[in-house]
């Protein structure tokens, strides 16, 4: 029988040993769950509910800013370039000096005209006597009705050529003062193409010029829309040099056809009194054409995020943060194209201490 009592006492001992094993174990887990971090309680907000808002109907189309008034100004004159007193981005008068062409050439031809005229002048006032000479000739009928003829028809001819010689001093003086490149209207010297020294032909660019103070707004309408735009209606647009700031202007002028692209060239009036804009920007074009009802929410409730206008959404307990493709603003609510939902609530008032995905109430 004694044999018997070892196997009884090992397995006595290994239950004993098991138990305390799995207390041990379960001790551990205990001890690893104390440590977890708790939840961070919700956060208390104010909420509103996205309403709709009646707001204008736009069209996005892309347009071009021009000058209201742009030309490159021609030399005009053959000659070689002796002086140019303006250049890039210089401010011109009307009337001011552009550049100055060597006209020596033509001053020349402008006194040899000169000479002319004066020449043809006094032989106009010589045979002038003598018609009247021979008129009296005639009538005593000392001289043939040949002889009559032959003198009357230099008196026809004499102011012929006085009008030809005065128009070919006319053009030397023109030559002369073509010379003289000046500004055909106040702006701005957008690009110059000649240096001095430089040898030009009447037809050779010179400098180019354009009117900055008030811009036309070039921009293409969409035949199916035509009908939705008028003389005078607002327009606004945005460049890239200032971000999301609104510019404004009126349509000015629509073109009578539509072009092989099925489009209509449309022109709208710019102010740019502090010449903030420029010639040649592109812009991003809202045009109204109507109105329409659209998801709102308040303007308080956006902030911006990397040039994104931002707003926190209440959904599921929780905040989630989404980008907002806005619309026009009405009073103190700003439209939404897309990103929320009517009646989904968002917080009223956006506070930067509140992050997306955070538990709130």
Request: one cysteine or more; a positive charge.
């Amino acid at each position: 029988m004694f044999s018997k009592h070892p196997p009884r006492l090992a397995l006595a001992l290994s239950a004993v040993l098991l138990v305390a094993g799995s207390s041990f174990v379960t001790g551990c887990k205990r001890a690893d769950t104390t440590n977890e971090p708790k939840p961070e309680p919700p956060v208390a907000v104010t909420t509103e509910t996205v309403t709709p808002v009646e707001t204008i109907r736009t069209l996005r189309l892309t347009g071009t800013l021009r000058g209201q008034r742009e030309t490159e100004l021609a030399a005009n004159v053959m000659g070689r370039i002796t002086r140019i007193d303006v250049d890039r981005g210089q401010s011109v008068a009307k009337g001011a000096l552009i550049a100055q062409a060597d006209v020596r050439a033509a001053a020349l031809a402008l006194n040899e005209a000169r000479v002319a005229v004066q020449t043809s002048k006094t032989q106009e006032a010589i045979n002038q006597a003598d018609c009247a000479r021979y008129e009296q000739l005639k009538k005593g009928g000392a001289v043939t009705a040949l002889e009559y003829d032959q003198v009357t028809a230099k008196c026809k001819t004499a102011p012929l050529n006085r009008e030809a010689a005065e128009a070919r001093q006319s053009i030397a003086a023109k030559n002369v003062g073509d010379g003289a490149i000046r500004a055909p209207f106040a702006g701005v010297i957008t690009e110059r193409y000649t240096e001095v020294g430089e040898y030009v032909q009447p037809s050779s660019r010179v400098v180019s010029i354009a009117q900055v103070g008030e811009l036309k707004l070039e921009f293409s309408l969409p035949e199916q829309n035509f009908p939705d735009v008028k003389i005078g209606a607002d327009v606004g647009f945005r460049v890239a040099a200032y971000g999301n700031e609104l510019f404004t202007g009126k349509v000015s002028r629509i073109s009578g056809a539509v072009r092989e692209t099925r489009d209509v060239l449309v022109e709208a009036r710019v102010p740019n009194t502090d010449n903030r804009l420029l010639p040649g920007m592109f812009a991003d074009v809202e045009l109204a054409i109507g109105k329409e009802s659209l998801p709102s929410v308040p303007k308080a409730a956006t902030f911006d995020s990397n040039g994104k206008l931002n707003v926190l959404v209440v959904t599921g307990g929780a905040l989630e943060q989404r980008v907002l493709q806005p619309g026009p603003e009405v009073g103190d609510r700003v439209s939404v194209r897309r990103a929320v939902a009517l009646g989904e609530q968002v917080v009223a008032k956006y506070d930067p201490k509140l992050k997306n995905g955070q538990r709130v109430k």
